[in-house]
């Protein structure tokens, strides 16, 4: 089996019940693409015929059935969506700018929302109407206008209240759009993030913790990878001490929750796993980066997720454009590359 994508692909990807990958993708015909994996290998799959933009974004309703959005080339929100029939695709309302970022996630793990940026150069949220179809409402979440380039990432904390990040045009720094309250789903604040220095055109990526506190990865204007952590009502930055190709993609979950892996492109577009790791012998935790000698495309995105909750299985594309895969071996301790 041999799997090429387009060049400069977005790619994006869940676990089917935290194990079996959903991963999707643009074909060298432009069209959405998938892979799925069962018991008997991996499956091809065809989505959609309209090409997808900047990024795709995904997650499973109840951790099962995909909900992938993306930004057309056509500068049109699409909705595919797949239950026990033929994926079904929708266009939500909205009206994103061109090559529009976009992130979601399921509240509960079920009601889609969808972050985008719009003409406005606001970022937008499309949320599911609680009656449970697929019909949208469209409001305004920031405050300031979104950089050029600025990726967006979002998670939610324990109360399932949703938090969304961007860099500013306004000030140039990392903010935080935030549900003020679950009794009040129109409620969101925007708040600067200080002493953050995120470079032009950053990618975002995030995670929540299992105690409900926040993770965010992001590239400052020397390319560091940096990490602001959201602990109750702490917004802190620390400059960690890896450089990242320039533009770098970043990608990242928490080992059950709460131990990071971050994952990005070194200046020879090798893929590296920058992991958070428990001190031996009373020793604090700590950083330790891991080269995994195997290299990208310049141009590839990343994406991954925990296999159990644990276990990375990260996705890239090479540069000849096949997919692929690295998995981590528990047994051996080793990542394992395969050619889909």
Avoid at 5 to 28: I, N, V
Avoid at 130 to 145: C, E, I, Q, T, Y
Avoid at 186 to 215: H, Q, V, Y
């Amino acid at each position: 089996m041999s799997t090429t994508a387009k060049a400069g692909s977005p790619l994006t990807c869940f676990g089917f019940d935290q194990e079996l990958t959903r991963l999707y993708f643009a074909g060298p015909d432009s069209g959405l693409k998938g892979l799925s994996m069962s018991a008997d290998g991996w499956h091809p799959e065809v989505f959609s015929t309209e090409p997808p933009g900047r990024q795709l974004t995904c997650y499973g309703f109840n951790g099962t059935d995909p909900r992938v959005f993306y930004v057309g080339l056509d500068a049109k929100i699409y909705l595919v969506h797949l239950g026990d029939a033929q994926p079904g695709v929708k266009k939500p309302p909205g009206q994103p700018a061109p090559g529009s970022p976009v992130t979601c996630l399921g509240v509960g793990g079920q009601g889609a929302r969808c972050y985008y940026v719009g003409t406005d150069h606001l970022v937008h949220e499309l949320a599911q109407n609680r009656s449970g179809d697929f019909s949208f409402r469209n409001r305004v979440v920031s405050a300031d206008v979104v950089a050029t380039g600025s990726g967006l990432t979002c998670e939610q904390d324990l109360q399932q209240l949703v938090r969304v990040f961007y860099v500013s045009g306004a000030d140039q720094l990392l903010h935080v759009a935030a549900d003020d309250n679950v009794d009040d789903p129109d409620g969101m604040s925007d708040d600067p993030i200080e002493k953050t220095d995120p470079a032009p055109g950053s990618a975002l990526t995030c995670f929540g913790l299992s105690n409900g506190d926040t993770r965010v990865y992001y590239l400052d204007r020397e390319h560091r990878i940096n990490e602001v952590s959201w602990t109750d009502d702490d917004l802190t930055n620390e400059r960690l001490d890896v450089t990242a190709m320039p533009g770098s993609p970043l990608t990242c979950f928490g080992v059950e929750g709460q131990l990071a892996r971050v994952y990005y492109l070194d200046d020879q577009a090798q893929v590296n796993e920058l992991a958070r790791v428990h001190g031996q012998h009373g020793q604090p935790d700590h950083w330790v980066n891991h080269p995994l000698h195997y290299t990208a495309a310049g141009d590839s995105a990343l994406t991954c997720f925990g296999f159990q909750g644990k276990w990375t299985r990260l996705y890239y594309l090479d540069p000849g454009y096949q997919v692929n895969e690295l998995a981590w071996d528990p047994t051996d301790k080793v990542f394992i590359n395969t050619p889909l």
